[in-house]
């Protein structure tokens, strides 16, 4: 296993007539929220043309997927190195949820984490789904998750 500076993430996106791939975004360790975004949306959108370039495809440390527009609610997906993990999120559903001594309707979204173990343990990888949720429920603080609160501090390749 060859250990390097930086993370790049990928982000799954369905491709017209079938199949996904995932454009890599590097250095996202030091992009805001909006400037990732941005840095998303070109090869996103050449992707779809068939214009892409094999090397974006290339080197995501983790990728990030979802299958909710699909109706999909979980998530297992398989890692293909050098990614060391994949984030995955379900559909929102609405379920019968306990808040003290109350069911109530809450907007419920399964998310998962495919971890290579050799990078990180489970103990850190069941937190970061955990860690995940908070966030979503948080959105002001979404985008200010600091590189410990990751599971993973360096991008891998073997």
Not at 6 to 26: E, K, Q, T
Not at 48 to 55: F, H, Q, V, Y
Not at 68 to 76: S, T
Request: aromatic share 4%; proline share 5%.
């Amino acid at each position: 296993m060859i250990v390097d500076e930086g993370w790049r993430s990928g982000g799954a996106i369905s491709i017209r007539g079938g199949g996904l791939a995932a454009p890599a975004v590097h250095d996202t360790d030091k992009l805001s929220c909006d400037e990732l975004m941005m840095r998303m949306r070109d090869p996103v959108q050449r992707m779809r043309a068939g214009r892409i370039r094999s090397s974006e495809m290339a080197d995501a440390t983790i990728t990030v997927s979802s299958l909710g527009e699909r109706g999909g609610e979980a998530l297992y997906g398989v890692i293909y190195p050098p990614q060391v993990a994949l984030v995955g999120f379900g559909k929102i559903t609405v379920r019968p949820w306990g808040v003290g001594d109350a069911v109530v309707p809450r907007h419920i979204m399964t998310t998962t984490l495919s971890g290579d173990h050799r990078v990180s343990d489970g103990h850190a990888g069941a937190l970061f789904p955990a860690e995940i949720d908070r966030l979503v429920q948080e959105p002001d603080q979404l985008c200010e998750i600091a590189t410990e609160t990751l599971c993973f501090e360096r991008s891998s390749r073997t």
